[in-house]
């Protein structure tokens, strides 16, 4: 059962969220421009590590920049929540921002009601999920289990020149975190648990006026670039039946792309366009288009990807092109520990709050920590369904009642259950 005597201050969370934001605030547009190891982001560091200390946690900043606010009251293995607090360009204020201080608040309601836990309590704030600045995506919790290719991510550029590996020396002058490359702070076997809470970023929730949402699975991510090769000519003295047009290719593999994205019940995205030479009176002599595709199940990507390729390799032969596809990642699908899942749901009954199941079509930090510890994740809505934007917006009472429910998760975890495990 819950504990009435543990309550959120709702208004606390949403000036730390507010004050959150002034750290990269642009002065136009009204956006959040944060990517890891700049200087709001460090600013933001620094100030969230008051914040901890304030709350009487132990702080830690590891290797890899993750921050950890510790309870250390517990012996058994820690429960883990947390987010990230970078941002994209011209991002929002509440993606990643409220889960970690959203478990900041919860623990601050749990010391205040006088919790005594058997397990102890650990808030992380984990770097570069966004992948904003050097394009390490999911860099701090990849880190943390074992999984980043270290060579390849200090290597890394920003769009100053620097690679990861000077920013990471430039910082560490200024820094309590300890020298050495990223490794794990304490071992995966000293966490029983991982719960994130997060903004939904999409539109399901406010649509179905549904306050909660317990996440089930993250989706898979397929990622690839789609390059067609002709011939560039002049645009005036080819004629339209002798041209070998790339730029054409492109456009019909998009349609394709989307087409097949409808048929085959996947979310699949072609983001970024590039033709060369570029000229407007240049017809295109190589076109490429991105494609991010995502579904949560693998087989369904699997058989998207590979209807895609043969439909641009028919393209391809009727306009006289070549073909090429290249993949630059694939991620598979990650359920959310079914126990979690369960625990979650049991909560928003208990607090009568409606919820419902629901699958991430963003990928999260969560997805990395799952195949290694016991994960669950928490949506409250997204305003319009918007994210990633100045737009961003969930309301106080939404924040804060996702925080309830990370709470009471949370006084539940720490209480020594053993370690959850499994899946739907």
């Not at 910082?171 to 029983?192: C, E, F, K, Q, T």
Request: glycine share 12%.
């Amino acid at each position: 059962m819950t504990n009435p005597v543990y309550r959120v201050d709702g208004e606390r969370l949403w000036r730390d969220l507010e004050k959150l934001a002034t750290f990269g605030a642009e002065e136009a547009g009204g956006g959040v421009t944060r990517p890891a190891w700049s200087r709001g982001y460090l600013d933001a560091e620094r100030w969230l590590v008051a914040q901890f200390e304030d709350a009487g946690l132990s702080v830690r900043i590891d290797a890899a920049r993750n921050v950890w606010g510790r309870w250390e009251e517990g012996k058994l293995p820690a429960i883990v929540a947390g987010s990230h607090i970078d941002s994209v360009p011209s991002g929002g204020a509440f993606d990643g921002c409220l889960g970690v201080l959203g478990a900041l608040e919860a623990v601050r309601a749990l010391r205040r009601g006088g919790h005594r836990p058997d397990r102890q309590i650990w808030i992380v704030a984990w770097t570069e999920e966004e992948g904003s600045a050097f394009g390490n995506a999911l860099f701090g919790s990849r880190a943390f289990v074992g999984e980043l290719d270290l060579e390849a991510a200090l290597e890394r550029t920003n769009a100053a020149g620097e690679t990861l590996a000077q920013a990471m020396g430039r910082i560490r002058h200024d820094s309590a975190a300890p020298p050495g490359l990223p490794r794990l702070p304490d071992g995966l076997g000293d966490l029983a648990a991982y719960l994130e809470l997060h903004v939904e970023q999409g539109p399901l929730l406010e649509r179905d006026g549904v306050p909660v949402g317990v996440v089930t699975d993250i989706v898979g991510l397929r990622g690839a670039r789609l390059r067609f090769t002709g011939q560039a000519n002049h645009a005036g003295t080819t004629p339209m039946d002798a041209r070998r047009d790339a730029g054409v290719g492109a456009a019909r593999g998009m349609v394709e792309a989307r087409r097949l994205a409808v048929d085959h019940g996947v979310r699949a995205t072609a983001g970024v366009v590039e033709l060369s030479p570029g000229g407007t009176n240049v017809i295109p002599g190589r076109a490429e288009f991105s494609l991010d595709a995502r579904d949560r199940e693998a087989a369904a990507l699997e058989a998207y990807v590979s209807a895609l390729r043969a439909a641009c390799s028919r393209i391809a032969e009727e306009e006289g092109l070549d073909v090429a596809y290249e993949q630059v990642y694939d991620i598979a699908p990650v359920p959310m520990d079914a126990e979690l899942q369960r625990l979650l749901t049991d909560v928003c009954a208990e607090i009568d709050t409606r919820c419902r199941p629901m699958v991430s079509g963003a990928g999260h930090d969560a997805m990395v920590v799952a195949p290694h510890v016991p994960a669950g994740m928490v949506f409250v809505p997204s305003r319009d369904g918007i994210s990633h934007a100045p737009q961003e917006f969930t309301s106080p009472q939404d924040c804060a009642k996702g925080a309830e429910i990370l709470m009471h998760a949370l006084a539940r975890l720490s209480a020594g259950k053993p370690k959850t495990g499994g899946h739907p």
